[in-house]
């Protein structure tokens, strides 16, 4: 049976394993499915780890909602970020993870064509980055959010 500190480690792994391929400009189908991998197993590891936190699963599916939308699957990322969002809002979790997931439902719905769903999740989106304290995790969020448009 694997410990609980090896399921954290691999976690967190896979989750900056995925931020490699997240960069990459191009990818082969074959690194396309690596990091899809590479997501779901870093979200299962950290649903083995026995403290992990709401803001774990709140990472874990706005990551899986980045991945979906980078490989151009609307529909995937739109599920993901709206876990990201149920489970970050039912749990009162810090504004820039809610705003995260908000920035996820935004894009992904764009991508769908949801055009006025993705221009209400960005504002709500922004007015929770207003709500950001640390003026780096404002900026980066932000900065994401101008990604969309």
Not at 17 to 46: A, C, G, N, P, Q
Not at 72 to 80: A, H, I, Q, T, V
Not at 126 to 143: I, P, R, Y
Request: charged share 25%.
């Amino acid at each position: 049976m694997t410990s609980t500190f090896s399921h954290k480690q691999m976690a967190v792994n896979c989750f900056n394993d995925v931020w490699d391929y997240l960069e990459l400009s191009e990818r082969t189908k074959l690194e396309e499915e690596k990091m899809i991998h590479l997501t779901h197993s870093s979200f299962y590891h950290w649903t083995q780890v026995e403290d992990h936190t709401l803001q774990n699963l709140s990472i874990g599916y706005w990551q899986l909602s980045r991945v979906y939308a980078v490989l151009n699957l609307g529909e995937r990322s739109f599920y993901f970020a709206e876990r990201s969002l149920e489970v970050s809002v039912e749990n009162d979790i810090e504004p820039f993870y809610i705003g995260y997931a908000y920035e996820a439902l935004s894009r992904s719905a764009l991508m769908i064509g949801k055009t006025d769903l993705s221009d209400k999740y960005y504002r709500l989106a922004m007015d929770f980055a207003q709500k950001v304290h640390d003026d780096n995790s404002k900026e980066m969020l932000v900065m994401d959010l101008e990604t969309i448009k």
